[in-house]
């Protein structure tokens, strides 16, 4: 029986919890599951159980949608016992809701002695209008504000005094609507032509201040409550994350807050703090938002007139010709005057090695002279954003501008954690009316993980992605033909969160296919046991069990052509499919990808390909060419940075490097953390005359051409007196020419285009192949 299980404690325990805050209930999608693994019963623990459910549903959704919608009143319909607290206490916050919406204007149109009669007549018209607006929405407010009270009086509810006063200020209100009404319609009568009863309108005037007196009162206690300082900063703390941010924000308010009150009480500060300032983070972190919220605190204390942000890019400032940048740039200062300009991946207007014709410097000494000018300083703020790395070697190649932005209005974002991640999906659904079910989050964690490769990851903006693209799975996925329950309107199920992968299930897999290479038995071997012990570390990760440093970084060692590019492809993309590389592609390299023919630029180079082959595999081919030269020579600077950048980015890469295997041991000699960190050879040996044919032959198939067996042995008798170097490639060449020497001969003999002539290889076709 459930209730005598583990799974129906940690039910009664999470309702519980949810019940001591219900506004902070948002679990709607975990709630549901509940009520699946729930059983309907009568016994009276089990029907609690439901009916707080079902009534903590309803109270989320209406604050969500701020009505009651059919859904709302589909979950209230599910509670049985309509006397529970839980219930009464949703109810009396609907009752509350339904009596804050506004029925009378704040301040009534003015009836001025200078107007005509008919302008009058109008305005005492508007009178009687807005009168009975609110004669007849009354019925409905009071009503619901008496069955608030009722509830509160039922469920002891501290509010019940303040809905009391709500109620004696809402009769007091429709008392003098009544006597305005009255007024009113005796002032119109006596309205004729320019004349009208003095009398009679200062009546209608002094009963409309006593209404407007009134509705005030009524507003301010409808929505009495703790005033925030600000309403930016209470926005940000909204936000998800950033809490470093929010601290350094805060301080930030409160000082211009200071300064402020200094100001008004006569205090003067000669060298005002600069309000320009850097923020920095990778994508998706929220520096668009931050900037905007800075702006808004700007102008809340009265230091910009305005909380308007001017947003541009290089694109919008740099011109292609002479004086067109600074007319542009200047265009957009005026624009932001008074408020915020915000120059996004601002580091763009400083290209390294740009051209004379490359104008983003001369839009920087604009921005910096408008900034320091007499006419414009103090009046606009100036936010730089960019990626961090980027925005540093910016700043600190332009002292006249990094003067600008002191190191304490320096904000750095950091990238979201995981945990932050999963919030901004939930939110991002709930917002769209959606919510996760259990295995949709763990499916959702697998695919935020799988998108974390490196800087470009777009955090915030990549999750919403994710989000979006689910909920276009969910509709695509749904059969419109049934009934659709709750379930299909709005919980996103692990099979809509699932990446779609678009590819040919009958594909072999990567290890398959490593078994049907020629030859290199060897290498299978090896190949096999090290993704067994990936996959088995995996499993273990996954149960909570310890696991075993999974270092994956190899040497291949072999002759050119014997595979070992190859083998490190179905290597890379057998990883991926354990789980373990995110991408599963190579990037193949050698030293002059590498290495730079100037000081400063091999590391910038070896970096660059590195980053390239995150969440893959990085090929170097004919790596000892890294430690060919002498002390000077900078492929040992890449040796070095390859060493650290290895350390930095662990199970999100994995290096191979192939070449002969004298100077591959040669080279890791050169560096110790290299020789440590590569623990795993694999030698690649010759490949034997009869593997060559084999490799000829299944190349041959490959394209749809036919050896005979008489053929064959003509061929594997004439490798048998070559001397090979084991290179596979020659095996693809000499295919390769008898397949041109072929179509040559099909041209000079005139043949008939049937099937057999066009894919029938003969031995005249492999006279010239071998160079006899």
Known sequence: MLRQTDEWTAIKTKVEKWKERPDDFTSEAEALQMLRSLERSEEEEVRKIYDDIYSLLAYSRFKRVSYEDEMVTTWLSQVHEENSRLFQWVQLQMFI????????????????????????????????????????????????????????????????????????????????????????????????GIYYSATQLNEVRTMIQR???????????LFERKKDHSSALSELQQLIGLDEVKQKVKALYRYLQYQHIRKERGFHLQDDISLNMVITGNPGTGKTILARTLAKIYHELGVLEKEEVIEVNRSQLVGGFVGQTEENTMNFIQKALGGV??????????????????YGQTAIDTLVAAMT????????????????????????????????????????????TKEELLNIAEQIALENDFFFSEKAKVELTRRIENEQIDETFGNARTVKNIVMDAIFQKGAQT?????????????????????????????????????QLIGLDNVKKEVKQLTSFVRVQRIREQKGLPTVPIGLHSVFTGNPGTGKTTVARLFATALNEIGLLKRGHVIVCGRSDLVAGYIGQTAIKTKQKIREALGGVLFIDEAYSLASGGPKDFGREAIDTLVEEMTKYNENLV??????PDEMAHLLQQNPGLQSRFKKHIHFPDYSPNEISEISLQYAKKYGYDINESLRNQINDKLKELSLDGNGRFAVDIVDRAIQR????????????????????????FIDVFNI
């Open 97 to 192: 809701e339904k009596v804050k919406a506004p029925f009378l204007p704040k301040v009534f149109p003015q009836i001025r002695e200078t107007d005509h009669g008919s302008a009058k007549k109008k305005l005492a018209e508007d009178y009687v209008a807005i009168a009975e607006h609110f004669f007849s929405v009354y019925p409905a407010v009071e009503s619901a504000l008496q069955k608030a009270i009722d509830l509160a009086m039922k469920t002891e509810d501290e509010q019940e005094e303040k809905l009391r006063k709500w109620l004696q200020v809402l009769e007091s209100i429709e008392a003098e609507m009544h006597h305005v009404t009255k007024a009113t319609k005796a002032y119109q009568q006596s309205v004729t």
């Open 742 to 765: 072929h179509a040559n001969r099909m041209i000079e003999e005139g043949q008939q285009w049937e099937t057999d002539a066009l894919t029938t290889l003969k031995e005249a076709d």
């Open 373 to 416: 000018n007499k006419e414009y300083a103090g009046k606009f703020a100036v936010i730089l954003a960019g990626y961090p790395e980027e925005m540093r070697h910016f700043l600190f190649s332009n002292p006249g501008l990094r003067s600008r932005f002191p190191e304490h209005n320096h904000i750095h974002l950091r990238d979201y």
């Open 341 to 358: 300009l915000f120059i996004d991946e601002a580091y763009s207007l400083k290209r390294d090695q740009s051209s004379g014709n490359d």
């Open 479 to 515: 059969n419109l033909q049934q009934q659709l329950d709750y379930e299909d309107i709005a919980v996103l199920t692990e099979e809509a969160v699932q990446s779609q992968k678009h590819g040919n299930k009958e594909e072999q897999s990567p290890l398959e296919e490593l078994q």
């Open 211 to 221: 209404v407007e007196q009134l509705n005030q009162e009524w507003e301010q206690l």
């Open 655 to 660: 290096v191979i490097l192939a070449g002969y």
